[in-house]
């Protein structure tokens, strides 16, 4: 029997941060109310991370360790990780723990209420310059104007999706994804979550 919940966290020279990721997720992966996988895919690290994953995976087979031939970008670890995710809810998020695992049991919860996709909103975004926070709120705004796809304004990749919406997602055709809005167009259920982003670890 498969997993209930699936972790899809691309990686990218995040040798210091994945002991404290692996931490953090422990507590997060005992909470939740299902057998749990975490899908890490190496975006081609050059700084010794797939030797730190392989040696997680040796630990705690809840790892799961996908290793991409070279730096494809991250929309395409994420999606490399969402085809190799065998979980019920599948949750995205980074390694640098600017996402915390913590707001997972959130994101859980929602989902358990019956909703197919789960945003992450950042309330906060600490340790982000001025020219970040405004470009992202243009970026938003443009977003909007361009599509009649709903982007919810202040979430990234940190969401969680059912195995529905997933399915629905990976049937698509296109090969260059751009998630956040793909997401949107398919169609389902979805309702926030607000959080307060951390700085980069």
Known sequence: ???????????????ETLPELARRLEPI????DGACEVVLVDDGSTDGSFEIM????????RFVVVRLSRNFGHQVAITAGLEHATGNAVIIMDAD???????????AAKWREGYDVVYAVRSERSGESRVKLATARWFYRLMGRMSDVDIPADAGDFRLLSRASLDALLALPEAHRFLRG????????????????????
Request: glycine letters at 6%; aromatic letters at 8%.
């Open 97 to 107: 723990l600017q996402d915390p695992p913590e707001v997972v049991t959130a994101l």
């Open 54 to 61: 392989r040696s997680l995976h040796e630990a705690d087979p």
């Open 182 to 201: 793909v997401v949107g167009w398919v169609g389902f259920k979805s309702v926030d979550v607000p959080y307060d982003r951390h700085a980069r670890v």
């Open 29 to 32: 992966l005992l909470a939740l």
């Open 1 to 15: 029997m498969g997993p209930e919940y699936s972790f899809v966290i691309p990686v990218l020279n995040e040798r």
